[in-house]
């Protein structure tokens, strides 16, 4: 689970994604996040307040045990990860918005993060294990994310021209990349997953598809357009299992190969919840945008 690919390899791999990304950006897009919040306050709520409560139900309902439910709120209070990014930029998702919401959310992590922690900690285990996010854990998120994109988009807005014939090329290099982290995590895990998903499996894969669910379903419910939404989706169904991993194995933290389970196994499921969350979405808004006459429907 700690392994250098886990720990190291992904965060590398994601931040060149993320130049990628920044590549297809501007300041404007940003903007239109600012001056329509709606999407972003919702997420945030469903990330914040909605998910750990419902991730406390399933917990309770499947009975884990102690360690395992409290590696599962850990995981369900972790902040959005970049991989989430990436997704919402292949399914068409707003990606201005995604950016935002890791941002925030990495900044809130902060403060929410341990209060959860601390509680399914007195809950499940009997005891108040103390738990502080160390701020420097907040600045790889934020240097995964930003910096690359900040990067990507100097370039799109200088030599347009260039960030313009490079996007398609970095869009299929971003898969190809991304599909080459799935094979190497689930080779170098081979010798566990077995372990792992008899113990954790079914709460976890629950627990990802409730955030792909609700993610999207509650902005939608709000009025907040399909592009929003989808972003949304994706940022609140893919956590960042990574930053979670880390927290549990940390000497200084919870020092708890257990209570990183739930997170190694979501790390793995939610790259195939997430691609199909896309694919569907994708296929039911096309069915849909189109009434049976071939006029666009409103």
């Known amino acids: 689970m700690d392994s250098a690919l886990t720990l190291i390899g ?24 600012a001056h329509h919040p709606k999407a972003a306050v919702i997420a945030l709520a469903c990330q914040v307040l909605l998910l750990p409560a419902l991730c406390f139900g399933l ?16 995981l369900a209070a972790s902040p959005g990860g970049t991989t989430a990014n990436l997704y919402s930029h292949l399914f068409g998702g707003h990606v201005a918005l995604n950016i935002t919401l890791t941002a925030i959310n990495s900044v809130l992590a902060v403060f929410t993060l341990p209060i959860v922690v601390n509680l399914a900690a007195a809950y499940f285990l009997g005891d108040a294990r103390s738990i502080g996010l160390q701020f420097d854990k907040v600045l790889q998120v934020f240097a995964i994310v930003l910096v690359p994109v900040a990067i990507g988009m100097l370039v799109r807005a200088w030599v347009p021209r260039v960030a313009e014939s490079l996007n398609r090329p970095v869009r299929i290099l971003s898969v190809v990349v991304l599909v080459a982290v799935i094979a190497g995590a689930v080779v170098s895990e081979r010798d566990n997953l077995a372990d792992y998903f008899v113990s954790v499996g079914l709460a976890v894969l629950a627990f990802n598809l409730v955030s792909l669910g609700i993610g999207y379903g509650v902005p939608r419910l709000a009025g907040i357009d399909r592009g929003a939404a989808k972003a949304a989706g994706f940022e609140i169904g893919i956590h960042n299992s990574t930053l979670a991993i880390t927290i549990a194995l940390s000497p200084a933290l919870l020092n708890s190969s257990q209570m990183a389970i739930p997170a190694a196994v979501y790390g793995v499921v939610m790259f195939f919840t997430a691609a199909a969350f896309g694919y569907l979405v994708n296929r039911v808004g096309t069915r849909t945008s189109t009434s049976p006459s071939g006029a666009t429907a409103v």
């Open 10 to 33: 992904l965060p590398i791999a994601l931040g060149v994604i993320m130049l990628g990304l920044g590549l297809g950006l501007t300041v404007a897009d940003f903007r239109r996040v």
């Open 59 to 74: 917990v309770l309902a499947f009975g884990l045990p102690p360690e395992l439910a409290v590696g599962m709120m850990l």
